[in-house]
């Protein structure tokens, strides 16, 4: 799966990978899991084998798929684009190989039009891959983890040990109060709360403690949705505004 995408903060997703696990709360309603099922029944062959059913839902089995077929889609776009790197699956999970993230960052390096954002529930395996970089840095390429509440708060600091020009957090889906968080290096937050026909309640308190932390912290703050089951219902406006603060892009030719 690859080309123009709804979520707020990107322009467009690419998914050389397919498949995940679930890794901590956060995962438990992931709209990945279901798009996967979808894609499955559909025998798209990259998601073949990579869901199974449990109860009314579908989870991850844990199978990955590297999409080869899809690594070269970005140098295809002409037009500079903000890419969301693996949308339906996580680049930096136990089951990737660091011979195939190379690969994909062959592309990246060579598609310098387009910036990159890769999110991951392992920062500590990013930071392991980055340090084998020698701290050379993709100036398009952002770095950002996912933290759903406090029980995942230590993933900022391998976050923050990244070497990267943007490192940014994503707090989506929220789905508890996350406590006081040290930004320092961190350039970008995103929160949300979780959507779709199971999605847990998020309290406007945790929002506004990361909102005051990041207006503190001189940290770019985006607030992508209120979530629940309708999303188009709740808006995504805080103070009777949005929030669409982001940083730089650095986009070269």
Not at 39 to 67: D, F, I
Not at 207 to 226: E, G, L, M, S, T
């Amino acid at each position: 799966m690859a080309g123009s995408s709804d979520i707020e903060w990107t322009d467009a997703t690419w998914n050389p990978v397919a498949g995940c696990r679930i890794m901590s709360a956060g995962c438990t309603n992931c709209y990945a899991m279901r798009m996967a099922a979808r894609l499955e029944a559909m025998g798209q062959r990259p998601y073949q084998g990579t869901t199974r059913k449990s109860g009314q839902r579908h989870v991850w089995t844990g199978a990955v798929y590297l999409n080869e077929a899809a690594l070269d889609i970005p140098k295809s776009w002409r037009k500079p684009r903000l890419v969301f790197v693996n949308s339906m699956s996580d680049l930096f999970q136990d089951a990737v190989p660091f011979a195939y993230v190379d690969r994909v960052w062959e592309v990246m390096a060579a598609t310098p039009i387009h910036t990159y954002q890769i999110l991951t529930k392992q920062p500590e395996r990013m930071r392991e891959y980055l340090a084998q970089r020698d701290g050379q840095a993709l100036p398009n390429v952002w770095v950002g983890t996912s933290v759903e509440d406090e029980r995942v708060k230590g993933r900022v600091d391998d976050l923050r040990a990244c070497e990267a020009t943007v490192r940014f957090i994503s707090f989506e889906p929220l789905i508890g109060a996350v406590g006081s968080v040290d930004l320092t290096g961190i350039h970008w937050a995103i929160v949300g709360g979780e959507s779709g026909p199971r999605a847990r309640p998020m309290s406007e308190l945790w929002v506004r403690q990361i909102f005051d932390q990041c207006d503190r912290q001189n940290v770019a703050f985006f607030f992508k949705q209120w979530g629940g089951v309708n999303k188009k219902k709740t808006g995504r406006e805080l103070d009777g505004r949005t929030w669409d603060e982001m940083p730089p892009l650095a986009i070269t030719e």
